[in-house]
Nanobody
Framework: QVHLVESGGGLVQAGGSLRISCAAS????????MGWFRQAPGKEREFVAR????????LYADSVKGRFAISRENSKNTVYLQMNSLKPEDTAVYYC???????????WGQGIQVTVSS
């Protein structure tokens, strides 16, 4: 298990950019693959992006491909989600999560609100 805390959310206009961060506790951060998920009001939580332990491999949902970028700094125990060309439909609570094998994300942050105004 790892403790995760998101930060950097807020309100941004459509077309704008925002970077959210997720800080992990402990010394084992580099052993986890990391993912970002989001949940909009009235909708189920959905996958946004993921990054491998080394940071060399990433995967994105079609809805954010080309607009969002996931990255990590293992020396800082932090994973980032750079969000560009934001749309109102990107409005959601964003969660980071950790997994050892992508089949089960076992540790989750508390979530952070991102609101995109039209």
């Amino acid at each position: 298990q790892v403790h995760l805390v998101e930060s950097g959310g807020g309100l941004v206009q459509a077309g704008g950019s925002l970077r959210i961060s997720c800080a992990a506790s402990g010394s084992t951060f580099s052993t986890y693959h990391m993912g970002w998920f989001r949940q909009a009001p009235g909708k189920e939580r959905e996958f946004v992006a993921r990054i491998s332990r080394s940071g060399l491999t990433t995967l994105y949902a079609d809805s954010v491909k080309g607009r969002f970028a996931i990255s990590r700094e293992n020396s800082k125990n932090t994973v980032y989600l750079q969000m560009n060309s934001l749309k109102p439909e990107d409005t959601a609570v964003y969660y980071c999560a950790a997994t050892r094998d992508y089949s089960d994300y076992h540790s989750w942050g508390q979530g952070i609100q991102v609101t995109v105004s039209s």
